[in-house]
């Protein structure tokens, strides 16, 4: 079973940075790709960036140009600079993996971390 386990959340004021990292659990992953989402209160989860192995990227564009998100395939792990942060921003920011097992692929999320923007 494979675990997701996030961290780098927290609470920071308008325009500042936070680099969140999840890292999977288990080796040998055949990952597909990896990537973050999140969800803020009274709203539905929405994606934030995309990245495959191969280093394909994708963003919302509320985000581009703010946020990289980036691998470490070797360590199993993905993550998310986030730069020149805006209230907006607020939510809980989840890490999803789709990994393909034998020929199946398989969608993990990791619990969630909270990114507070405030002053």
Known sequence: QVQLVESGGGLVQPGGSLRLSCVASGSALRILVMGWYR????????LVATITPGGTTTYADSVKGRFTISRDIAE????????????KDTAVYYCNY?????STGY?????????TVSS
Request: glycine fraction near 8%; charged fraction near 15%.
């Open 39 to 46: 969800q803020a209160p009274g709203k539905q989860r929405e």
């Open 76 to 87: 199993n792990t993905v993550y998310l600079q986030m730069n020149s942060l805006e209230q």
């Open 98 to 102: 789709r990994i393909l097992v034998l």
């Open 107 to 115: 969608t993990y999320w990791g619990q969630g971390t909270q990114v």
